[in-house]
Nanobody
Framework: QVQLVESGGGLVQAGGSLRLSCAASGRTFNNYAMGWFRQAPGKEREFVAAISWSNGRTYYADSVKGRFTISRDNAKKTVYLQMNSLKPEDTAVYYC???????????????????WGQGTQVTVSS
């Protein structure tokens, strides 16, 4: 069992930056692939970024590529999402997710993940 708690959300102006954190507790974190998803009002939850557990392979949605960076610190059991050049369309509740995975594997679909955090709100004003 893994518990996930997101933090770092808030209100920021367009063009600004935020760094989200997702702290994991429970069983070992090291062999879990991690992902970030987001859900805007009236829209379905969508994939943002993912990272493997072993070699730090990453994958991004086209909408955030070049602006967002996912990373992890296995010693701290934490995954991060650095968000730069934020746009109003990035406004959403951001969720982190986790699942056990083979080395070097990551996932970009919601159904692939076993554990979810409660979400943190990110609001980007124009």
């Amino acid at each position: 069992q893994v518990q996930l708690v997101e933090s770092g959300g808030g209100l920021v102006q367009a063009g600004g930056s935020l760094r989200l954190s997702c702290a994991a507790s429970g069983r070992t974190f090291n062999n879990y692939a991690m992902g970030w998803f987001r859900q805007a009002p009236g829209k379905e939850r969508e994939f943002v970024a993912a990272i493997s557990w072993s070699n730090g392979r990453t994958y991004y949605a086209d909408s955030v590529k070049g602006r967002f960076t996912i990373s992890r610190d296995n010693a701290k059991k934490t995954v991060y999402l650095q968000m730069n050049s934020l746009k109003p369309e990035d406004t959403a509740v951001y969720y982190c997710a986790a699942r056990p995975a083979y080395r070097g594997t990551f996932y970009n679909t919601q159904t692939a993940y076993d554990y979810w955090g409660q979400g943190t709100q990110v609001t980007v004003s124009s």
